[in-house]
């Protein structure tokens, strides 16, 4: 993933303020929060357990003093330097009950036993020693913790404060990185979205439009996820478990060299985790892909699927994808099941089984008090927080890092940037000089056409199919670039021009009209600014249009669906013809335009376009060849090559191709009116 690791890096690096900033508040969030557990051991050592520590009887009755049996007492740490100490006394608890041992150099550890006035203390490697001692009531004992009481408050009151703090600045580190992830991942649609538009045609020949759809949705999606979810995860798991590390070292270092061997466990585990999920995940990705291309394919295409009643057959396809998509959703599964946080919790409870044996044992001595095992359970506990959290990012890790593989490799896909540079309207004389050219190499579906068509004319490409008219055509608007001959408008080679610029004089109608989601206006102008509602109008008045769709509730402004499914064929045409008008284009195409268009429309139509060719070059793709009687030029191709040229008297009394095409036609006509 180095390179994609890279790019992915750069992407983020446009928003390096809020990042680093959320990075910042992270750090804080969490050095605030790992101060909690050493309050809570100085609570314990200092504030409950420091009960136990050597009581000296004192001569006043001040802040830290005791009184008990009219004596008062005060706690070892609690006295000055060069004050006069009195006699030493401990309270010390056995079970749930306090006791007072008016004796001085009672151990500290071994088991303890009152009986008739006497706790028997038994040091681990010695005789017992008997202490005489005094039951403490409730009240006796809660006067002993009394002085603590302002010091525990405060520590409690730290800690909460802390947690809040702690919360505050995890919300604004939250709210900072996803907002970026955000931004991030609406760039990158943009950039992928923006570089489909400068993709060549064959591109999307080769390649089903949900296959497409998946990137920029999908695989997008995933890397979202990389940004907002893994990256917090794994920046705020090694700073968490840096800090906690560093805090356990402070606390003890016996106690951290037993947590160490976490980290490289770790990293053994992200290494065979990764292993196995990449496979999975290419696989994944690559059917969710497939299952998005199908469905695509099958939406557009149900009325066909109806009709041949395919339902099955469809459903059976689909199902083996699903299936296999389903299986390897269900291996990594069993993969994230079998490297999930249970995996790690039976990690931290060995740990957490051998520090208590230790401390039971006395391994530690004295160095290690009952708040420094709470603080180092607390800090293991919170260790194993952001490790689960990084462990259960994994699988996300994988899936981003193949959806990146995926989208860098079409932003890879070489294309053309969009020209933003105007030209002037050029008059349209084109030009084929010898010109040879195939689809696939050594396949050649062109060969050695050469024809002129000047400025105003109309040529009509004739042929069965499959015999090259279209490709003229591809040729014509650049979908594809010639190798043998040349190509020339106005005397200027079309390899010189831009795309943009070649075809920003060019229309075309289609037998098909591709319509957008919008309005009939707003398919007529692309909501192009230099189309002005007067020229949507006039355009649609020129094709006898107009009067036809101000019929409709909202006119012109009528809603179009998806591909215009809601309008009929003839007023879909109506509506590409007169976007090609409304451009003003110098080269027009009409490629079957009229193929299924039916007779009353058509005649509309047929008054249009000699209002349409005026002026213009008109390239005409027709297998009606009635309606290409007027044509300037005729070009008759038979597998790639231009057998007949001329003017339909010429062809016709030329008595070839194009005269038999035409007798069969007016047969086939007549025959149908009989």
Not at 296 to 313: A, L
């Amino acid at each position: 993933m180095g390179n994609n690791g890279k790019r992915l890096f750069q992407y983020a690096w446009h928003f390096k303020k809020p990042i680093l900033l959320a990075l910042l508040l992270l750090a804080l969030a969490i050095s605030a929060e790992l101060v909690g557990p050493f309050l809570a051991k100085r609570m314990i050592d200092t504030n409950i357990m420091g009960i136990e520590k050597p009581w000296y009887e004192s001569k006043q009755d001040g802040r830290y003093d005791v009184a008990y049996n009219g004596s008062f007492y005060k706690r070892a740490d609690h006295w000055k330097d060069g004050e006069t100490k009195g006699r030493e006394v401990r309270v010390l608890q056995t079970g749930l009950t306090y006791y007072f041992v008016d004796a001085a150099g009672v151990p500290d550890t071994g088991s303890r036993h009152f009986k008739d006035g006497t706790l028997t203390v038994t040091p681990k490697d010695g005789s017992p020693q008997p202490y005489p001692a005094a039951l403490l009531s409730r009240d006796e004992t809660y006067h002993f913790y009394r002085p603590e009481l302002k010091s525990m408050i405060t520590l409690a009151a730290g800690y909460v404060v802390m947690l809040l703090i702690g919360a505050g600045l995890a919300y604004g580190q939250k709210y900072l990185l996803q907002s970026s992830a955000n931004r991030i991942v609406r760039k990158m649609r943009n950039d992928v979205f923006r570089h489909i538009q400068e993709l060549p045609v064959q591109y999307f020949d080769n390649l089903p439009a949900g296959k497409i759809v998946s990137r920029v949705t999908n695989d997008t999606e995933a890397i979202r996820e990389l940004y907002v979810s893994v990256l917090a995860n794994f920046f705020s798991g090694i700073i968490y478990m840096t800090a906690i590390m560093g805090a356990l070292f402070l606390l003890d270092t016996k106690l951290a060299l037993i947590a160490l061997p976490l980290l490289p466990i770790l990293y053994v585990w992200i290494v065979v985790y990764r292993k196995y999920a990449s496979q999975y995940n290419h696989v994944i990705r690559s059917r969710l892909s497939d299952i998005n291309g199908m469905i695509n394919e099958s939406i557009q295409g149900m009325p066909i699927i109806q009709v041949f009643r395919r339902q099955k057959e469809t459903m059976a396809e689909f199902g083996v994808m699903n299936d296999e998509y389903f299986k390897f959703q269900n291996k990594m599964l069993r993969l994230n099941s079998m490297t999930s946080h249970n995996l790690l919790g039976v990690f931290r409870n060995v740990i957490f089984l051998v520090v208590i044996w230790m401390f039971a044992g006395g391994y530690f001595g004295t160095a290690v008090s009952v708040g420094v095992l709470y603080a180092f359970i607390d800090y293991m506990n919170r260790m194993i927080s952001p490790i689960v959290g990084m462990v259960n990012q994994l699988s996300n890790l994988e899936v981003a890092r193949v959806s990146a593989e995926r989208m860098f490799a079409l932003l890879d896909e070489p294309g053309v940037p969009v020209s933003e540079r105007r030209t002037a309207r050029y008059q349209g004389n084109v030009s084929f000089e010898d010109v040879t050219f195939g689809y696939k190499e050594g396949e050649d579906v062109l060969k050695n056409i050469s024809f002129s068509a000047k400025q105003g004319e109309t040529v009509a490409l004739v042929g069965h199919t499959g015999s090259g008219k279209s490709s003229i055509l591809n040729l014509l608007f650049r979908f594809y670039d010639i190798e043998r001959g040349a190509i020339s408008v106005d005397g200027t080679n079309v390899l010189d021009m831009s795309k943009q610029q070649l075809r920003q004089h060019m229309g075309i109608v289609l037998q098909e009209p591709f319509l957008f989601t919008g309005t009939i206006a707003s398919n007529i102008s692309l909501d192009d600014p230099a189309i002005s509602r007067e020229k949507v109008e006039q355009a649609l008045r020129d094709v006898g249009a107009y009067e036809m769709f101000m019929q409709l509730p909202h006119g012109i402004d009528e809603p179009v669906i998806e591909k215009g499914s809601t309008l009929s064929a003839g007023q879909r045409q109506l509506i590409s013809f007169a976007r090609a008008l409304a451009f003003d284009p110098a080269i027009l195409i009409l490629d079957e335009a009229t193929a299924s268009i039916d007779t009353e429309t058509e005649a509309i139509i047929q008054q249009a376009l000699d209002v349409l060719k005026r002026g213009r070059t008109t390239f005409v793709i027709a297998h009606r060849l009635s309606t290409i009687r007027a044509a300037d030029q005729i070009l008759v191709l038979d597998r790639g090559r231009i057998v007949e040229r001329g003017d339909h008297d010429e062809l016709m009394v030329h008595g070839g191709k194009y005269f038999a095409m035409y007798q069969l036609q007016q047969g086939s006509a007549a025959g149908v009116v009989a």
